[in-house]
C-alpha cells in the first residue's frame, strides 16, 4: 500500500514523469487500436468475434522478425507481413471463418479461441518460445534532463501505425470495394439483393483485417517484443477497445486505443509492472459493467 | 427406471469402483478423467441447460484449490508464513490435521465458490452470449493475475501442500475415490434437477429469457442459483486437485483458462449440448483424444487440440448425443412419424 501511495506521489511531485507515461502509452496504444479496428472491422461487417486476433499481430511479428534474421532491411517487414498476413487470413477465412458466419457469435469465439490454441503452439514449434524483437538501431531522443526517452524507432512505428490507419479510412471511404463492406455491414441482405457478392467481401475483410495486424505485428516487434504467446493479451486488449468504443465508430476507437494505451503504462507504473495484465484485464471488466448499467438504465441488456 | 437403465448404472458403478485396481498404472489419468466430467457436468448445467455460455468457470477450480489449501494450513499454522517459507519442511502435519484440513477444505471451497458465483453472477447476469462469454474470461484471467501478485497465498510461486501420509499408490486411488464420488454427486444432482420444475425454468430461460421473464420466472434469482450450483461441484474438484497435485502456481494450475478453462467446453460441445449424458461421453472422448496425442504427437500436441476445438465447434456442434438424437431418437423416447405426407416433398 505504502509503495502505491509513494508512487502516486511521485507523479504529483513531479508532473514529468506524467508526460512520460502518457507519451509511452499513447505510443503502444495506437498499435492497440490498429488490432482494434480490425476487430471491429470484422465484428461489424460478418459478426465474428476473432479471439485469434492478438496471434495474428504476433504471427505477422514473426514474418517481420524472420526477415529481419535472414538479412532483409527491417522497415521491409512491415508491407511484407501485410502481404504475407493477407494470405494467411484468406486462407482461414476459407476452412473456419466462412462456416461460422452464420452461426451463433459463441461459435466463433469458440472456434477463433481454437484457431488462437493451434497458431500460437505453431509459431512455438516454428521460432521457440524466446521472447523476440528487431533492433533498428536508431538512437533514442532525450528531454526534460533525461526525464523522458523517446527512441526514434518508436517515433517511426507511430508514423507508421498512423500511416497506416489513414489508408485504411481512405481506403474504406472512397474506394468501391470500401463501400461494399460498408454496405453489407449495414444489411448483408439487402446488399446481397443488390448485386453485391458479400461472399466476396467477408473474405476481403477478414484477409484485411489480418494484413492490418500482421502490420501492426511488424511495428511491434520493432518497438517491443513479442512471444509466440503473447497473442491473448493483444485479444483481450482488442476487446476492450470495441466494447468500449462501438463498432463503426473508427475515431472511438482511435481514441479509446491511445487511452488503453496510457491507462495501462499509470496501471503499471501505480501497482507495479506484474499488475500490467491485470490492468489491462479490468479496464475491460469495468468497461462491460459500465455498459451494463447503461443499458440496464434503458432496461436492456448487452447482447 | 426401468431394467435396461438399472442395469446400465450398476454397470457403470461396478467399472468406477473396480477401475482404478484393475488399471493401477492408469490411477492418476482415471483421477483426471473424472475431473474433466464434473467439470463438463456442471459446465453445461449454465452453458447447455440454461444458454450462458461461460468461459470463466476455471475461477471456481483455481478458487477452490487456493481456499482448500488456505483453510488446511490456517487450521494448523500461520497462512503468511507458511507460504514465505515455500514448503520448507519444517511443517508436519498429523493424520487428523491433514484429512480434518482436508475434508473441511473441500467443503469450504464449494461453499465459497457458490458465494462467489452468486457475486459474479450478479454483475455480469446482465450480459448476454458473447459478452458474457468474454466477461467471464476476464474474470477468471484477473482473478490468476491478481493471484499471483498477492504474496499472502504465495504469489507467482503458488502453494505446497503437505504430502498424501501413507503410501504412495493408496494416495492416488484416495483421491480418484473423491473424483468419482463429486463426480458421481454431480451426476445425480444433474440428472435429478433436470427433471423438476426447476430444470424447465432454467430451460426456459435458455431458448427465450424475456418471455420467460415475462411468464413470471424471477430469471436473475434462477441463473444465480444455477450457476452457485455448478461452482460448488467445481469448486470441490478443484480443491481435491490441490491436495492431489501437491504444489500448485496460480497461472499454469489454478486459473488455467486456455487449458482446463476451454477444455470442459470443448468435452460438452464433442458429447452433445444439454443432453444429460453429453458431457459424460464428452469428457471421455476428449481425454482419451488428450492423453494419445500427448503420448504420440509430442510437440504438436496442442494444434491437434486446437485443432480438434476448432472442427468440432465448425462441423460436429450437436456432438455425439445429439448426433445419436438425430439418428436413433426412438432410444431416447422421441417418438417420429415416418411417414411422411404427401406431396409435401
Redesign the interface.
Known amino acids: 500500500m505504502d509503495q502505491i501511495l509513494g508512487n502516486i506521489g511521485l507523479l504529483i511531485d513531479y508532473p514529468v514523469v506524467n508526460l512520460k507515461i502518457v507519451l509511452d502509452g499513447v505510443m503502444i496504444g495506437a498499435l492497440f487500436a490498429l488490432a482494434a479496428y480490425g476487430l471491429a472491422l470484422v465484428w461489424g461487417v460478418m459478426n465474428v ?1 476473432n479471439l485469434a486476433q492478438g496471434d495474428f499481430v504476433i504471427a505477422g511479428g514473426y514474418v517481420s522478425w524472420w526477415l529481419v534474421e535472414h538479412g532483409f532491411p527491417a522497415l521491409l517487414g512491415v508491407p511484407v507481413a501485410f502481404i504475407v498476413m493477407w494470405g494467411i487470413g484468406w486462407v482461414i477465412y476459407k476452412l ?1 471463418i466462412s ?2 458466419i452464420e ?5 466463433s ?3 477463433t ?10 509459431m ?2 516454428m521460432f521457440g518460445s524466446d521472447t523476440q524483437s528487431v533492433d533498428l538501431g536508431y538512437p533514442t531522443l532525450h528531454f526534460f534532463d533525461g526525464f523522458i526517452d523517446v527512441p526514434i524507432a518508436k517515433l517511426i512505428g507511430v508514423l507508421m501505425a498512423s500511416a497506416l490507419a489513414a489508408g485504411v479510412i481512405v481506403f474504406m471511404k472512397s474506394s468501391r470495394m470500401g463501400q461494399a463492406i460498408r454496405a453489407t455491414a449495414q444489411d448483408a441482405r439487402a446488399a446481397r439483393v443488390l448485386g453485391i457478392d458479400t461472399e466476396k467481401v467477408y473474405a476481403f475483410t477478414f484477409s484485411l483485417n489480418s494484413a492490418i495486424c500482421g502490420a501492426a505485428g511488424a511495428i511491434i516487434v520493432m518497438v517491443w517484443i513479442i512471444q509466440p504467446f503473447y497473442g ?1 493479451s493483444y485479444s ?1 486488449r482488442a ?1 476492450v477497445i470495441v ?1 468500449a468504443a462501438g463498432l463503426g465508430n473508427l475515431p472511438g476507437v482511435i481514441a479509446a486505443g491511445l487511452g488503453i494505451g496510457a491507462l495501462e503504462q499509470y496501471g503499471a507504473h501505480i501497482f ?1 509492472i ?2 500490467q ?2 490492468v489491462a ?2 479496464l ?2 469495468l468497461v ?2 459500465y455498459r ?1 448499467i447503461q ?2 438504465r434503458n432496461r436492456q ?3 | 427406471m426401468n431394467r435396461n437403465k438399472t442395469i446400465l448404472y450398476s454397470l457403470i458403478l461396478a467399472f468406477t469402483i473396480v477401475a482404478p485396481f484393475a488399471f493401477p498404472n492408469f490411477g492418476t489419468q482415471l483421477a483426471t478423467l473424472w475431473l474433466m466430467i464434473i467439470v463438463a457436468i456442471t459446465w453445461d448445467m449454465t452453458g447447455g441447460q440454461m444458454g450462458y455460455n461461460s468461459l470463466g468457470n476455471i475461477f471456481f477450480y483455481g478458487t477452490g484449490m487456493y481456499v482448500a489449501a488456505l483453510i488446511t494450513i490456517g487450521l494448523t499454522y500461520d497462512v503468511g508464513d507458511y507460504t514465505s517459507a515455500a514448503g520448507g519442511g519444517i511443517y508436519e502435519f498429523t493424520d487428523l490435521e491433514y484429512f480434518g484440513g482436508m475434508a473441511l477444505g473441500i467443503l469450504g471451497a464449494g461453499l465459497f465458490c457458490s458465494a462467489c458465483a452468486i457475486v459474479i453472477g450478479w454483475l455480469t447476469f446482465g450480459l448476454r452470449g458473447p459478452y458474457f462469454a468474454i466477461g467471464t474470461l476476464g474474470v477468471a484471467i484477473a482473478a490468476g493475475e491478481l493471484v499471483s501478485n498477492w504474496e499472502w497465498v504465495g504469489g507467482g510461486q503458488g502453494i505446497a501442500l503437505p504430502v498424501y501420509p501413507g503410501d504412495f499408490d493408496t494416495g492416488k486411488t484416495y483421491f480418484y475415490f473423491l473424483f468419482a464420488a463429486v463426480g458421481i454427486g454431480a451426476f445425480l444432482f444433474a440428472r435429478w434437477l433436470y427433471g423438476t420444475r426447476f430444470g424447465s425454468a432454467i430451460n426456459a430461460i435458455r431458448d427465450d429469457e424475456e418471455k420467460a421473464d415475462a411468464m413470471g420466472i424471477h430469471t436473475l434469482r434462477y441463473k444465480l442459483y444455477t450457476w452457485a450450483m455448478a461452482a460448488f461441484f467445481v469448486g470441490m474438484a478443484g480443491g481435491i486437485s490441490a491436495f492431489q497435485l501437491i504444489h500448485f502456481e496460480p497461472l499454469e494450475t489454478a486459473y488455467q483458462t486456455i487449458n482446463l478453462g476451454i477444455f470442459m467446453v470443448v468435452c460438452v460441445l464433442l458429447g452433445g449440448k444439454g443432453t444429460l449424458w453429453g458431457p459424460v461421453v464428452g469428457a471421455i472422448l476428449f481425454h482419451l483424444f488428450k492423453e494419445v496425442t500427448w503420448n504420440y504427437l509430442l510437440g504438436w500436441q496442442w494444434v491437434a487440440l486446437g485443432a480438434l476445438i476448432v472442427v468440432t465447434v465448425v462441423y460436429f456442434q450437436d456432438g455425439v448425443m445429439g448426433w445419436l438424437v438425430h439418428k436413433k431418437p426412438e432410444w431416447f423416447g422421441i417418438r417420429v412419424e415416418k411417414k411422411v405426407a404427401s406431396g409435401s416433398k
Open positions: 468475434k473456419v462456416r461460422v452461426r451463433d457469435l459463441f461459435t469465439l469458440l472456434a479461441f481454437g484457431l488462437a490454441i493451434m497458431m500460437a503452439q505453431i512455438n514449434l491473448i483481450i476487446f466494447t507495479g506484474g499488475y495484465q491485470a484485464v479490468m475491460l471488466l462491460l459493467l451494463l443499458q440496464r441488456v448487452l447482447k
